[in-house]
């Protein structure tokens, strides 16, 4: 089963604890820079029926559909709770229209649930759905234990998924273009921008991650 990275701030929700518990789904709660929950090359929202009205109002869903649509090939919107909510009466040509917003001008796609058991069912969908999609070179956990790829192209695609945001489509493409880990590791920013599916923003995100010293002093002193 794929590990699905979820926000902390997911916790309050108990999305998390029944994605575990219940459906047995691998999860790893951490602060994301984008989106609620992660699926591979998937990245999801979550707000509540009246969240939702109140983001539209103040402007901070389109910015948020915006920075998840450029971040992952496919991105989601789950809308949890009443569909629309009361808050609505009166406004639902509002309400409706900017949902079409979100999905057309940034290719969300929209999924309405009634409360956080029908999300995290939907979730683990995702999870199988994209597991299926991408085949047996993906990250997969079995027993809480990470299993190991079998063969060198797995091993380098699992390597380079360790970076976040570069899923299996993501780590393909990277090999495609550089065609070694040696080669990615010391291509040019510049040079990851232009891969397909990765951008300006993933390739700051890599090569500040590469170029990270924090903790050397410690490790030094430590030795």
């Known amino acids: 089963m794929l590990t699905i990275e979820i926000d902390s701030r997911e916790e309050p929700s108990g999305i998390p604890r029944l994605l ?27 707000k509540t029926s009246l969240d939702l009205v109140h983001s539209i109002a103040d402007g901070r869903a389109f910015d948020q559909a915006r920075r998840l649509s450029g971040a992952f090939p496919r991105a989601a919107l789950i809308v949890e709770g009443l569909f629309p909510p009361p808050a609505c009466d009166g406004r639902e040509e509002w309400y409706f229209g900017a949902l079409s917003q979100l999905s057309w001008s940034f290719g969300l796609r929209v999924f309405p649930t009634r409360f956080p058991l029908d999300t995290a069912i939907l979730l683990q969908r995702f999870a199988e759905a994209e597991l299926d999609r991408v085949g047996a070179s993906t990250v997969r956990v079995d027993d809480k234990r990470w299993c190991k790829p079998r063969h060198t192209t797995d091993r380098r695609l699992f390597l380079l998924q360790g970076f976040f945001g570069v899923g299996p489509e993501r780590a393909r493409n990277l090999l495609r273009a550089f065609g070694s880990l040696r080669s990615v590791f010391c291509a040019p920013m510049d040079a990851w921008r232009e891969v397909p599916g990765v951008g300006p923003k993933l390739a700051r995100q890599m090569h500040d991650l590469l170029n990270d010293e924090r903790g050397s002093e410690e490790a030094r002193d430590a030795g």
């Open 20 to 46: 575990a518990e219940r459906f047995h789904v691998p999860v790893r709660v951490r602060s994301l820079p984008v989106g609620d929950y992660v699926l591979g090359d998937m990245g999801v929202e979550r």
